[in-house]
């Protein structure tokens, strides 16, 4: 699975919206992009992820740059609950042995 | 999707002791993976558990010292055995099972069991 660059730690104005950026120069073409975020205290969380195309539910949004090197996930309106660990995961999407191979993660705190 | 749970949640145990860590399932799952995060590290993933066949470990990690157990499709165990400080980490259970898209199988992951080992 390719290897993910991500910026240690963010800050973001709750209310506003919060873009979290990572790099994936090495991504496969059968290589998903997958953002899961870890709260304090808890196991991570799935958010989104994506092939090539922007996707966009009901947590954040996902844009992929179009040579799919890199990748930002957006929460549109950062609220205090947000404050977590945001993991940026590539790796091929398959059935059975999904195991994830997390980096190091970006901090992202959100500020009253 | 899937839900676990972890028991303990937490605890503390002298050197040289072992602890059993229990994961339960509401659904049935092929694969379980145990990871472990030290404290203000990443998530390293230490075995894959399948039911009715041994576990697979990852590199630095040893079936003595990290046994595990799935004895069926929604329960497994993990022990870490001969406790050191160096093992005070936080220990999550988690499964692969279908999420919000039908084509793609999302992780789950349990709230995970806090170890402080003295």
């Known amino acids: 699975d390719a290897k993910t660059t991500q910026p240690t730690s963010m800050d973001c104005a709750e209310g506003r919206a919060a873009n979290l950026p990572c790099n994936h120069s090495?991504?496969?073409?059968?290589?998903?992009v997958y953002w899961y975020r870890q709260i304090h205290s808890q196991g991570p969380q799935y958010i989104i992820h994506?092939?090539?195309n922007n996707e966009t539910n009901e947590m954040a949004s996902l844009i992929i740059t179009e040579d799919r090197k890199s990748s930002t996930l957006i929460l549109p309106h950062a609220t205090l609950r947000d404050t977590a660990v945001y993991y940026c995961i590539v790796r091929v999407a398959r059935t059975g042995a999904n195991n994830l191979f997390f980096g190091t993660g970006t901090r992202l705190t959100v500020i009253p | 999707s899937a839900v676990i749970s972890q028991k303990p949640s937490r605890d503390i145990c002298q050197r040289g002791t072992s602890l059993t860590i229990q994961c339960q399932v509401d659904s049935q799952v092929t694969m379980m993976f145990w990871y472990r995060q030290q404290p203000g590290q990443s998530l390293t993933l230490i075995a894959t558990a399948n039911q009715g066949s041994e576990a697979t470990y990852e590199s630095g990690f040893v079936i003595d010292k990290f046994p595990i157990s799935r004895p069926n499709l929604t329960f497994s165990t993990l022990t870490v055995s001969n406790l050191s400080p160096e093992d005070s980490s936080i220990y999550l259970c988690?499964?692969?099972?279908?999420?919000?898209?039908?084509?793609?199988?999302?992780?789950?992951f349990g709230p995970g069991t806090r170890l402080t080992v003295l």
């Open positions: 994506g092939l090539k």
């Open positions: 988690s499964v692969t099972a279908q999420g919000h898209y039908p084509s793609h199988n999302e992780q789950f």
């Open positions: 090495t991504i496969s073409g059968n290589e998903y």
